[in-house]
C-alpha cells in the first residue's frame, strides 16, 4: 500500500461517499480495530446528523470520490433535459435499478433517475416508493450540484427544478 494511494483526499474537502452522498472530511485519525492501527477519514454528513469513519487505504476501493467537475454536472444537467426512458419492466425490478444507480455515487446514473421519476402536474401520481427513489436522487443530485458551485442548496434545487420544467416545456 502506497502513501501516496492513501491521501487522495484532505481535511475539509468535500467528497461523495457511494450510499450517503455529499459530505466533509473533518479528519484524518488513528484508531485501533481488532488490534490494527488504521488509520481514518473522519467525514461529515451535515444534514444528516451523520458522522462516518472510512479506512483510508479502502477509500477509493469502496467507490469515495472527489465532487464532479463543473463539466459533469454540465452533462447530468443535460441528461435532465433528455427524454425520460420508461422501461416495461416490473415495478420491483426498476425499483431496484434506481436503487442501485443511486448508491453508485454516479451523478449522471443519479440523473437519470431524477430525469425518469419526474412527473409534472398533468401526469399520474406518482407512488409512495417511486417518490422515495425520486427525492433521494433529486436531493443527491442537488447537494453536489451546490458544493460543486459553492452556493447554497435552495439555489441547486431551484437549477434543477428550472432544467426539469424546461424539459416538460421543451416536449
Not at 32 to 37: M, T, W
Not at 62 to 71: H, K, V
Not at 80 to 96: D, E, P
Request: charged share 30%; aromatic share 6%.
Amino acid at each position: 500500500m502506497s502513501k501516496s494511494k492513501k491521501l487522495d483526499f484532505r481535511p475539509n474537502e468535500f467528497v461523495v461517499y457511494p450510499a450517503h452522498g455529499v459530505g466533509q472530511i473533518v479528519s484524518v485519525e488513528s484508531q485501533e480495530v481488532a488490534g490494527f492501527e488504521l488509520e481514518m477519514f473522519v467525514i461529515s454528513f451535515e444534514k444528516d446528523k451523520m458522522t462516518l469513519r472510512v479506512p483510508t487505504n479502502k477509500a477509493t476501493e469502496i467507490g469515495m470520490r472527489s465532487l464532479s467537475s463543473p463539466d459533469v454536472i454540465a452533462h447530468a444537467m443535460k441528461t435532465l433535459k433528455g427524454k425520460a426512458k420508461v422501461k416495461r419492466a416490473m415495478w420491483s425490478r426498476r425499483a431496484q435499478e434506481y436503487e442501485q444507480k443511486i448508491n453508485s455515487g454516479d451523478l449522471i446514473a443519479i440523473a437519470e433517475v431524477v430525469r425518469d421519476l419526474h412527473r409534472t402536474d398533468d401526469q399520474r401520481e406518482q407512488s409512495y416508493s417511486e417518490r422515495q427513489l425520486y427525492e433521494a436522487a433529486l436531493e443527491r443530485l442537488t447537494r453536489e450540484v451546490a458544493a460543486v458551485s459553492g452556493g447554497d442548496e435552495v439555489a441547486a434545487a431551484k437549477e434543477v427544478g428550472d432544467v426539469l420544467t424546461s424539459r416538460v416545456a421543451a416536449a
